[in-house]
């Protein structure tokens, strides 16, 4: 593509030299900068790119987009001034892609939790109908059935382009798509054509990037403020956050509630470790997902499919048959102990205690839940004396351990969690920072009709220590111990 040719694509002023070169491709990190590359300098949180242009021009780079007064050697390279070089930079992705998320139907989810199900569901039941569709997630990327490992929630804008072209080139009509809030923030999602976009709930998480809750809830709103006329807003009414997403959006706006009246309604009846049974838009339905969680992430998934155009039938019809996304409330059983092992994702105080509650439910009299539960290290502090605190106040027996402690002292973390345990509860923590170990003492604790909760990894197979990803994967961890 025309250096100038691309620029106008992306609707930014250029008025350079070497308008007639070719673009061979587009980079925001200096290492991948090759000849004939258009290299874009971002100012980040711990590195600046502008400080890397020189860099980027010996590597055979033909212009620069900046967002701040530069200095560079080859007077050959243009630079091209912007207000903000991120939101160029997905701006300028899309356009060198071909406009890929116009040529899909592409809805973003965001939220504190349910994010990745909500997707997953959401694929699984476009597939389930026979229809090719994209998915962008946590826990892995899907082009139609090819999988492709996912290395972030929400890629950097040329990654994300790059890999929404594939998904056009692959014949998927529809894309579903988790946004983050570090996505909404950082512009990553600068340039893309949403046919809508789904909140779910909020929640405490992340504020070691945000400083501070107002800001991350606006990080999450920039999204609705920034959507089409055309497109829908869908958001869970349940949550007081809810309808603060819609107020400056100019989307068609639509609710979704387990509790209140809202245009997609669900109402459980009952809730046990076989699955839900509900009533959505009036139908009676069976489903294999557990939790009041999930209830509300089916209904959301109906509400979704729904405002795309499908009936109620097929829709309520192929949700019966989901059985989630991996590392979400997933289930592993101990036949010959009778010990129920569930691993989930849960990392923030507010989906553990979702989750703890929602076992707590269905354990009897005679049975225990015993839980294992670890923080990330290098991430938001607040929330550890919380989860700790949750997690002996809802268990029998409580394990801190180790989750991703990264470069931070593994037992720093522990007691920061035992420091948020009630004094009556004390008894009942164990703290083994070998996550392994742990769960291996989880499994020794357990007896007949017990139920163990192993959480804040779900779908990850490593383990962060002292920047180094180990092999680390919770279900093999669990399968291994019991003989599955």
């Not at 593509?1 to 061979?24: E, H, K, W, Y």
């Not at 780079?61 to 530069?70: E, G």
């Not at 009676?284 to 209904?299: C, P, S």
């Amino acid at each position: 593509m025309n250096l100038s040719t691309l620029f106008d694509l992306a609707n930014i002023p250029f008025n350079g030299s070497n308008g007639n070169m070719t673009v061979s491709g587009i980079a925001i990190d200096s290492r991948t900068v090759k000849a004939n590359y258009v290299f874009i300098a971002i100012e980040g949180s711990t590195q600046d790119g502008h400080e890397y242009i020189d860099s980027a021009i010996k590597a055979g780079a033909i212009a620069v987009v900046v967002q701040k007064a530069a200095k560079h050697n080859e007077d050959r390279v243009d630079l091209i001034k912007v207000s903000d070089s991120a939101k160029a930079a997905g701006l300028i992705a899309s356009a060198y892609y071909g406009a890929p998320s116009e040529k899909v139907k592409l809805v973003g989810i965001t939220g504190t939790n349910g994010k990745t199900t909500t997707v997953t569901l959401l694929h699984q039941l476009f597939s389930l109908m026979g229809i090719r569709a994209g998915l962008i997630s946590t826990v892995e990327n899907i082009i139609g059935t090819e999988v492709i490992p996912s290395t972030h929630t929400t890629p950097d804008p040329v990654s994300l382009n790059e890999l929404l072209a594939k998904m056009a080139d692959g014949g998927c009509d529809y894309v579903f798509m988790e946004v983050s809030s570090h996505a909404a923030h950082q512009q990553r999602i600068s340039g893309l054509r949403f046919e809508g976009g789904v909140f779910t709930n909020m929640s405490h998480d992340h504020l070691d990037y945000h400083n501070t809750f107002d800001e991350y809830i606006a990080a999450k709103k920039s999204f609705f403020d920034g959507l089409r006329g055309e497109s829908f807003a869908l958001v869970n009414i349940d949550d007081k956050r809810g309808m603060v997403m819609l107020q400056n959006t100019k989307a068609k706006q639509y609710t979704y509630s387990i509790r209140k009246s809202a245009d997609f309604k669900g109402k459980i009846f009952e809730n046990t470790l076989e699955g839900l049974e509900m009533e959505i838009d009036q139908v009676h339905v069976h489903l294999r997902l557990i939790g009041e969680f999930n209830a509300y992430n089916v209904v959301c998934a109906y509400g979704v499919a729904s405002l795309l155009g499908f009936s109620k039938t097929e829709i309520l019809t192929g949700l019966s048959a989901l059985a989630g996304a991996r590392g979400r409330f997933e289930t592993i059983r101990d036949i010959n102990r009778g010990v129920l092992y569930i691993v989930d994702y849960a990392h923030t105080p507010d989906a553990l205690e979702k989750v703890l509650k929602t076992i707590h439910a269905m354990v009897t009299k005679q049975a225990s839940l015993i839980s294992v539960v670890g923080c990330g290290g290098n991430r938001d502090g607040a929330k550890r004396p919380v989860m700790g605190g949750l997690a002996a106040k809802w268990s029998k027996e409580a394990i801190f351990t180790d989750d991703n402690p990264r470069k931070e002292d593994p037992v720093s973390i522990t007691d920061a969690m035992q420091s948020g345990v009630a004094a009556d509860d004390r008894e009942k923590v164990l703290i083994i920072n070998d996550r392994k170990q742990a769960i291996h003492t989880a499994f020794r604790l357990a007896k007949k009709g017990d139920i163990v909760l192993v959480a804040g990894k779900g779908h990850e197979t490593y383990q962060e220590i002292n920047g180094v990803k180990h092999d680390f994967d919770d279900r093999k961890v669990i399968e291994d111990i019991i003989g599955n």
